[in-house]
T-cell receptor, first 114, second 111 residues
């Protein structure tokens, strides 16, 4: 079974702090994604990566950056957290061989910025 | 970005009833996926569809890739309490390289 883990289930940070969200997958997937989920808006893509050291902007990249130094790990960085970044953050991965669009999700990190 | 129109927004049904929900778009899609999300967890992939007209089952769940390629349907037969959750559709547009997601259907079951 594909396993995608996220470093924290719940996180509370102050406005202006730099925040790191970590995601690790154990299935050697090439592709990794970061989404945020807000009620009534579904999932919105922040950034994705098709390979190590490679990144592409999604639909809402402003205020975020990412890092992929190893194939299994994809980090989301909030450079200076703001209250409007309070949300559920979901990491996902997929493989080219297994159906590139069949994404498997982690349990999510619920981030509150006060 | 493009968002799919998913309906209904929520359903409150009796245990044992069948459930239907759908996603529609004005754009053509090449892939449809259906996910379920339990409270406090990430979405879990239920069914993936890749061809227009395709009908695929996973236990009591059946999903169809609409013949126009602009919609997809999910049916759950004989609902049980553990079916409670949020169901999301997701699709890849004809010339896109990303998934777009519907806003979700919240399913509640009365036992």
């Amino acid at each position: 079974d594909v396993k995608v883990t996220q470093s924290s289930r719940y996180l509370v940070k102050r406005t202006g702090e730099k925040v790191f969200l970590e995601c690790v997958q154990d299935m050697d997937h090439e592709n990794m994604f970061w989404y945020r989920q807000d009620p009534g808006l579904g999932l919105r893509l922040i950034y994705f990566s098709y390979d190590v050291k490679m990144k592409e902007k999604g639909d809402i990249p402003e205020g975020y950056s990412v890092s992929r130094e190893k194939k299994e790990r994809f980090s989301l960085i909030l450079e200076s957290a703001s209250t409007n970044q309070t949300s559920m953050y979901l990491c996902a991965s997929s493989s080219v061989a297994g159906g590139i669009y069949e994404q498997y999700f982690g349990p999510g990190t619920r981030l509150t910025v006060t | 970005g493009q968002q799919l129109n998913q309906s209904p927004q929520s359903m409150f049904i009796q245990e044992g009833e069948d459930v239907s929900m759908n996603c529609t778009s004005s754009s053509i899609f090449n892939t449809w996926l259906w996910y379920k999300q339990d409270p406090g967890e990430g979405p879990v992939l239920l069914i993936a569809l890749y061809k227009a007209g395709e009908l695929t089952s996973n236990g009591r769940l059946t999903a169809q890739f609409g013949i126009t390629r602009k919609d997809s349907f999910l049916n759950i037969s004989a609902s049980i309490p553990s079916d409670v959750g949020i169901y999301f559709c997701a699709g890849r547009m004809e010339y896109g390289n990303k998934l777009v997601f519907g806003a979700g259907t919240i399913l509640r079951v009365k036992s």
